[in-house]
Nanobody, 125 residues
Framework: QVQLVESGGGLVQAGGSLRLSCAAS????????MGWFRQAPGNEREFVAA????????YYADSAKGRFTMSRDNAKNTVYLLMNSLKPEDTAVYYC??????????????????WGQGTQVTVSS
């Protein structure tokens, strides 16, 4: 069992930055692919970024490329999402997710085993 707790959300002006954190409890954090998803009001939840348990560069949605950076610290059981140049359309609840040994389908939310409660990000224009 893995519990995920997100933090770092808030209200920011367009062009600003936020860093989200997701702290995981439980064992074998290093065997989990970690993902960030977001859901805006009236929209379906969508993929933002993921980082594999096996290493390598993170994967990003087109909307996040060049502005967001995902990283993980296995020693701290934590993943981060640094969001720069934020836009009003980035406003959403951001969720952290964990999928054990997930390699393919990291953009598919149904492939993940555990989810956090979400953290609200609001970008004002």
């Amino acid at each position: 069992q893995v519990q995920l707790v997100e933090s770092g959300g808030g209200l920011v002006q367009a062009g600003g930055s936020l860093r989200l954190s997701c702290a995981a409890s439980g064992r074998s954090f290093s065997t989990y692919t970690m993902g960030w998803f977001r859901q805006a009001p009236g929209n379906e939840r969508e993929f933002v970024a993921a980082i594999s348990w096996s290493g390598g560069s993170p994967y990003y949605a087109d909307s996040a490329k060049g502005r967001f950076t995902m990283s993980r610290d296995n020693a701290k059981n934590t993943v981060y999402l640094l969001m720069n140049s934020l836009k009003p359309e980035d406003t959403a609840v951001y969720y952290c997710a964990a999928g054990q040994r997930l390699i393919l389908g990291y953009r598919d939310e149904t492939r993940y085993d555990y989810w956090g409660q979400g953290t609200q990000v609001t970008v004002s224009s």
